[in-house]
């Protein structure tokens, strides 16, 4: 009896943090239990209880017998013309397998896929001085804005300007998503394949390989010219060097094209996209600790150090000249989630100190945030700050933050929550951004602000194509979201609950796991702050999610006679 006590304490109280999720978004992601009355509700969290205790009894039985699973499938080996071993003939051929599964999607995209940060930055690249910043509605006189990554917008800006210059800006949008899927394909496929070095049998490689070749979701965000696409492969492809580093104890890092590599994949991380130096960094002194005692030492010192000063100094101080000067975003995104929890406490309760409110008011313009919030997206707080805030205004403002929210801590964590619950609860699929079309709204905003009257941005989504893209996109909305499916086409399956499975399981069969899940475990804090409950913020875990099984599966086949 005792046996299941552990399990059954455990599912109800993981039902009971899936119950307060969907509490915090007001059940907006589960329409039915809205309506339901209090009974209903009650019923439908002692069933999720019940779906929890099975599922942890299944992870113990997972734990238990994985080992001998993975011995007795071993010796199978299906599809011997596609051998999933790490090595470049393999690599190439499940990456072309791939590939060509994905053609359709990436055609359905044609051009490619837009969002209006996109446009955002292809507007930057197009124009020239001074710059609209949108988020903020005001003008700077600088030719970019580092709201967005300038590699990113600089990288778009190429390959749009290409297209211009061959005169049909939808040819260098295209020509961005296909070389954005081919190198997809072949992270995805690299991921899929060093399964073997971590023991995974050919079966489960097999699995992963069909998993990333079918899942839609996949190719239609490399499809997509977003950030965050960008950053995602690169992050998969830091990851699995990471694992590398992280079995060989170091060792990998002797060989010298494996640290160019490491190194690469490091500063591509922290170079498309803004949480990436934290990412990077944090995952890097982690394993820095475990490898103190190995030869690359040294080497993951020296990487740990100059990626990020690399990144965060040099490459401003000799690239932002050059390309007529960079305007900084703000302090402000990095306090995003505090100044919404400040805000969230002056609606409820407004019991600030005099100090207190001036150290808000001096970051923040607090009539005109409390005007713009929203609950479920930090941006409108955020965009309310005030862009000629000093480093000093915002350490007092930390300090004011600190007190605020020592007297009213629910109130902090119902508000961060509120937003990072909409990407972890069941219930929502994942969707993509489906057209390259221009919102109308963008457009006017833009040609209404801009001072130099240049923007010029031409390329759009063919009629021919768009009606049957809306077609598919209504379909696969009705698919991803429908119940049960809902499930593993879920935004917080993917960002949330199979890295917690994975984690959890893990570690259980050896405290190393942590360190090895170091990337993820950073990944889903970032997704936990995130500013609004967007798919996007969930694809780099959505892009690893084979290396987190196949690690899974390494650490419970090692812990078979061990203890540790």
Not at 61 to 72: G, K, Q
Not at 221 to 226: R, S, Y
Not at 288 to 305: E, N, W
Not at 361 to 378: C, I, N, P, T
Request: overall charge neutral.
């Amino acid at each position: 009896m005792a046996a299941w006590v552990a399990p059954a304490v455990c599912a109800f109280l993981l039902a009971g943090l899936m119950a307060a999720f969907l509490y915090l978004v007001g059940f907006r992601e589960v329409s039915w239990l809205a309506k339901a009355g209090p009974a209903q509700q009650a019923a439908a969290w002692i069933a999720t209880g019940a779906v929890f205790f099975v599922a942890l009894v299944a992870g113990r039985a997972v734990v238990v017998h994985t080992p001998d699973l993975i011995a007795r499938l071993a010796p199978f080996d299906p599809w011997r013309w596609m051998p999933l071993a790490y090595g470049r003939a393999s690599i190439g051929k499940a990456a072309l397998f791939v590939f060509v599964l994905w053609i359709p999607w990436i055609a359905l995209q044609y051009p490619a896929g837009v969002n209006g940060d996109t446009f955002n930055q292809l507007y930057q690249f197009q124009t020239s001085s001074p710059t609209y910043y949108s988020t903020m509605q005001v003008v700077l006189d600088a030719s970019f804005i580092d709201h967005h990554p300038l590699f990113d917008t600089l990288l778009f800006g190429a390959f749009w300007a290409l297209g211009d210059a061959l005169g049909n800006q939808n040819i260098g949008l295209f020509a961005y998503s296909i070389c954005q899927s081919v190198a997809c394909a072949a992270v995805l496929a690299a991921c899929v394949c060093y399964l073997d070095r971590l023991g995974v049998p050919k079966v489960f490689r097999l699995v992963s390989l069909l998993f990333v070749a079918l899942f839609p979701a996949i190719p239609l965000w490399c499809a997509t010219m977003v950030k965050d696409s960008l950053f995602s492969i690169c992050f998969a492809w830091f990851f699995l060097l990471y694992i590398e580093v992280f079995r060989t104890r170091g060792s990998a890092l002797v060989r010298g094209r494996f640290l160019a590599a490491f190194v690469a994949a490091s500063t591509l991380c922290v170079l498309t996209k803004k949480p990436g130096i934290y990412i990077v960094a944090v995952s890097l002194l982690v394993l820095l600790v475990y490898c103190r005692r190995s030869q690359g030492r040294a080497r993951l010192a020296a990487t740990l150090v100059a990626v990020p000063l690399c990144c965060s100094l040099v490459v401003p101080a000799v690239l932002y000249p050059v390309v007529g000067g960079v305007a900084p975003g703000g302090t402000q995104e990095s306090f995003g989630f505090a100044l919404q929890q400040v805000v969230t406490v002056v609606r409820e309760a407004d019991d600030l100190t005099s100090s207190e409110r001036a150290a808000v008011e001096g970051v923040l313009d607090l009539s005109r945030a409390l005007e713009r919030y929203d609950v479920a997206s930090v941006d409108p707080v955020k965009n309310s700050a005030r862009l000629e805030a000093t480093g000093a205004d915002y350490l007092r403002f930390a300090g004011a933050w600190a007190t605020i929210g020592a007297r009213h801590p629910l109130v902090f964590a119902r508000s961060l929550l509120s937003i990072s619950s909409g990407l972890l609860s069941p219930g929502v699929g994942i969707l993509y951004n489906h057209t390259s079309d221009q919102d109308p709204s963008w457009v006017e905003t833009f040609k209404r602000n801009d001072p130099t009257g240049e923007l010029s941005l031409t390329f759009d989504k063919p009629d021919a194509l768009d009606g049957v893209s809306d077609q598919v996109f209504s379909l696969y909305q009705g698919v991803v979201n429908a119940p049960l499916l809902n499930i593993p086409f879920g935004r917080g399956f993917y960002g949330g609950w199979v890295p917690l499975i994975c984690i959890t399981l893990a570690c259980a069969a050896s405290r190393r796991a942590l360190v090895a899940y170091a990337p993820v475990v950073m990944s889903v804090l970032f997704v936990l702050v995130s500013p609004v409950a967007s798919t996007r913020y969930v694809v780099p875990l959505l892009f690893v999610t084979v290396l987190e099984l196949g690690l899974l599966c390494y650490f419970l086949a090692s812990s078979k006679g061990k203890s540790e």
